[in-house]
């Protein structure tokens, strides 16, 4: 397993900023292969708890695996996924979700069958009326959580701006509104760590700038962001530090000033355009 420290043969690979004093993420070595194809080679990295961490690279660079394996949807070949100090390797991602970290999808999964309102009430964590028993024996503590889980998605539809949807079918939103029930539906989970797989991709300007604000201002109250995203003005306004993947691995980390002036980047991602 990587320590994170490139071979002389990955001379070109600096790797990520390991050093962080409080990460809620770390992985150390992870690695995946789809037959002859590496998706994810040697990965290590850290989130610091309360930044905003964005993540780069070009298509096929393997960011979407990567989230895929840390947040429990792949099986990993090799490597340790930690959120909170708690090793969830190879944990499913239920799992990965109650130890803290969650995520959402670069197309948000629609939610056959449920109204906005009812979708939202999938998020929060495991909740007392799941079970059978409690349904019985204390219903009135069921009844509270129920109406306290109610009243927080209504709230978070209403900060979103999306409450008017509360009783549309979940399948009859638009890509950009589903992004925003996805987004307020992670945060219901209450989660240390949020992942968003390209959040403004396939949305109108408008509503991008109105998703980097509710980033912002969420991640003002404590919310830990790792967002992968393709447009390439959003997340260096949004994101410090900025991780770089290129071919399977992690080309460096830096502020947005030092991924943009940096050659390797420029050469892998960025194809020498401003």
Not at 50 to 57: A, D, E, K, L, R
Not at 126 to 134: A, H, R, Y
């Amino acid at each position: 397993m990587s320590d994170g420290t490139p071979s002389t043969a990955d001379s070109r690979y600096d790797g990520a900023d390991l050093d962080k004093d409080d990460s809620v993420l770390r992985t150390a070595g992870l690695e995946k292969s789809f037959g002859s194809l590496v998706a994810v080679d040697d990965v290590s990295l850290a989130v610091e708890r309360g930044s905003i961490t964005g993540m780069i690279g070009p298509n096929g660079a393997g960011k979407s695996t990567l989230f895929n394996l840390i947040s429990g949807f792949y099986d990993r070949d090799a490597g340790q996924v930690t959120v909170n100090v708690v090793d969830v390797s190879g944990n499913p991602p239920h799992e990965v979700a109650r130890a803290g970290l969650v995520r959402t999808f670069q197309i948000p999964r629609r939610v056959d069958g449920m109204t906005v309102r009812e979708a939202m009430l999938v998020g929060p964590r495991p909740q007392t009326g799941e079970s059978i028993l409690p349904l019985f024996l204390t219903p009135e503590t069921v009844a509270t959580e129920e109406r306290e889980n109610l009243a927080r998605a209504n709230a978070l539809l209403e900060r979103f701006e999306i409450a008017h949807l509360i009783d549309q079918p979940a399948t009859d939103l638009s890509g950009g509104q589903l992004k925003l029930v996805e987004l307020a539906r992670g945060i219901t989970t209450d989660p240390d760590i949020l992942l968003l797989d390209e959040p403004v991709a396939g949305v109108n300007p408008t509503l991008a700038a109105e998703i980097k604000r509710f980033i912002r201002e969420l991640n003002e109250e404590g919310q830990t962001f790792l967002i992968i995203e393709h447009d390439m003005p959003f997340i260096m306004d949004l994101a410090d530090p900025i991780v770089v993947l290129d071919q399977g691995r992690v080309l460096m980390e830096g502020t947005p000033e030092e991924v943009r002036s940096d050659e390797r980047v420029i050469d892998a991602y960025l194809g020498g355009v401003e």
